[in-house]
């Protein structure tokens, strides 16, 4: 192997640095044993027994769980729809209205769906009109993934399943779907990821009452900054870590044999 | 009652005519190929056959009846395709007892059948490996296997052998004969290797632009080919400038280029004065040294330009006139006799009557 030049080993050590550092102290302060967020005092779990007492943020935390469910279940199955639509019939338009929300900022999705439900739909915001918003975004993703791993396939492979005696829905469930299965699957995941912890839109289409997770959080932060925040932030770090990390394998095995 | 009836079918993409007006009628038990160059509309008829396209117009019928609004799964037809097309997810064993899954066969059955099956084409110790395990003859060979497995009444192959290495295609070429003449199933081969249909076809059709050019076996259309598309298509063959000087009832007499007056066999349609080529296979010439001493009026003369010696012939490039050249194709019967002739030798070219032919431009 090549050996890389001093100076750019710590310019990537740097930027490593910049990027874990913060992280790291979230999660070390998450079990210091003092109010501030200033100097370590001692060990303890005092902060997730808080955590667990906190009716609001249990609440919060449930409620994004299963926004996170509905919307990356929804948005997988009509993502993948998309993404086999837009390969079989050579679509034009439809991937570009499939994929432009992925790179649309943030807020702008968020105030035209805001708007879009009030004066369009007559819609009371609520965990309805949130599952709705983060499956908009999330079906560009599902997709693109899935697109991607039907352009690597050889094309008559779905014809010879139909050849060789396979009705439609047959050639779709014995063929196509085992072979697109490690891209639904990496769709879903990274929709949930998305999900889960979406800021942004959540903000603009929650409306008033149901506590949501990320929301919860930033609330919290206004008030005074308390370990609890660590404590929440640090299983939210660890829920969607491993949820990239398994998006991660199902997507580079698929890339890398079309056997698995 | 033929096995395969194609009337009148055309399928055009935009304004192109992929398959322009073709009629064909494959019999039971053939080994029938589609043979032409890449972009003739062969592999699309295949595809109308195999009911992936539909024709727009025209009527495909299987025994007597029209099967054009059939879906591909319930056409009792399998395909072997170019690049075998095998599911990656399956094993060999999952593979070739797909199309008895798809069937409805019971497990049991399946199991023997493919258990029978491996054994005969020998992959039996293969049945667990995944297609990517395989090399390109046995991906092949399972490729075979599953199409034939649940006893198809036509098996369609598409260029089956193209992207085997030549010594593999040459076995598989033997292979695919015995495999075709024990399963007694009717075969519609697409190539556009003319010594491959030649060598493996009862039938050939030649097809050229969407158009059926000639439809006959293999001696046929190497021997009488009924235009210049075809005799130039199907093996090598030299082609001369030539005029229809006279017609009788046997014989066109034509006026050929730098060799003067030539008798040809008839052919109907022609009139004097037609201008066209006349064609002549390379190993239908005979050359002979010339004598410079004897009366050489009258005789076809050429001087040798340039031979390739490979091994079994040799090929002697013969020069007629500036920059006009025909070929002669001699066999070295004579051991340790590398070539009958050298370069610059004078020699007399002759052929039998009938060995020569006319096509009218």
């Not at chain 2, 990517?132 to 198809?152: C, D, K, M, T, Y």
């Amino acid at each position: 192997m090549r050996r890389s030049s001093p100076l750019l080993r710590l310019i990537a050590m740097l930027v490593y640095a910049f990027l874990y550092i913060p992280l790291c102290i979230v999660v070390v302060f998450s079990f210091n044993d003092s109010k501030l967020n200033a100097e370590w005092v001692g060990f303890t779990l005092y902060w997730y027994q808080t955590l667990w007492n906190d009716h609001e943020m249990l609440l919060a935390v449930r409620n994004s769980l299963f926004i996170a469910c509905c919307a990356s279940l929804s948005a997988t199955i009509l993502g993948t729809m998309a993404g086999l639509a837009i390969h079989r019939y050579r679509l034009k338009v439809l991937p570009i209205l499939a994929f432009t929300p992925l790179a649309m900022p943030e807020i702008l999705l968020g105030v035209s769906l805001l708007l879009f439900y009030l004066q369009v739909l007559n819609l009371t915001l609520g965990l309805i009109s949130i599952i709705l918003a983060h499956t908009t975004f999330c079906i560009g993703f599902v997709a693109i993934i899935v697109r991607a791993r039907l352009q690597g396939m050889d094309e008559s492979i779905f014809e010879a399943a139909r050849d060789l005696g396979a009705t439609p829905w047959q050639a779709f469930y014995h063929v196509t779907l085992p072979l697109i299965k490690p891209a639904i699957i990496a769709g879903a995941l990274m929709s949930f990821t998305l999900s889960i912890d979406d800021f942004v839109i959540t903000f603009f289409t929650k409306g008033i009452g149901e506590p949501i997770l990320p929301i919860q959080i930033y609330t919290m932060i206004k008030v005074a900054v308390t370990p609890e925040i660590n404590a929440i932030s640090t299983l939210l770090m660890l829920l969607t870590l491993t949820l990239i990390t398994l998006a991660n394998r199902f997507g580079s095995s698929m890339l890398r044999d079309p056997s698995h | 009652m033929s096995l395969i009836e194609i009337r009148n079918v055309t399928k055009r993409f935009g304004r192109f005519a992929a398959v322009d007006d073709v009629s064909l009628k494959i019999e039971t038990g053939e080994f029938f190929t589609l043979l032409g160059p890449s972009g003739c509309g062969k592999t699309t008829l295949l595809r109308m056959i195999a009911g992936f396209d539909a024709p727009d117009t025209g009527q495909i019928l299987l025994d007597n009846e029209d099967i054009i609004s059939v879906p591909p799964e319930k056409r009792p037809f399998h395909t072997v395709f170019q690049s075998y097309a095998l599911f990656p997810h399956m094993t060999v064993a999952g593979n070739i007892g797909f199309p008895l899954k798809m069937a409805g066969k019971s497990s049991e059955e399946i199991e023997q059948r493919v258990t029978r099956t491996l054994a005969e084409v020998e992959l039996s110790q293969f049945s667990d490996r995944y297609p990517h395990e395989l090399s390109g003859g046995q991906r092949q060979r399972v490729a075979f296997a599953r199409g034939l497995i649940n006893e198809p009444r036509l098996l369609l192959l598409d260029e089956p052998l193209g992207a085997l290495d030549e010594k593999l295609r040459e076995n598989m070429q033997r292979e695919l004969i015995n495999l075709q003449a024990d399963a007694g199933v009717t075969f519609i081969y697409v190539t556009h290797a003319q010594n491959e249909a030649l060598a493996l076809s009862h039938r050939i059709a030649v097809m050229n632009r969407g158009r059926i050019e000639q439809v006959d076996t293999s001696a046929t259309i190497y021997n009488f080919p009924v235009n210049r598309f075809v005799a130039d298509f199907i093996g090598k063959i030299n082609l001369l400038d030539a005029q229809v000087m006279a017609i009788s009832t046997q014989h066109l007499t034509l006026n050929v280029n730098h060799l003067g007056k030539i008798r040809v066999p008839l052919k109907a349609s022609v009139n004097v004065n037609d201008k066209g080529v006349m064609a002549i296979r390379p190993e239908q010439i005979n050359i002979t040294a010339l004598d410079p001493n004897a009366q050489n009026d009258g005789k076809r003369v050429g001087r040798i330009r340039d031979f390739l010696y490979i091994g079994d012939v040799t090929t002697y490039i013969i020069e007629l006139a500036d920059q006009v050249h025909i070929e002669a194709l001699l066999a070295n019967s004579v051991p340790g006799q590398a070539q009958r002739f050298e370069i610059g030798d004078q020699v007399a070219i002759n052929w039998q009557e009938n060995a020569a032919h006319f096509f009218p431009d």
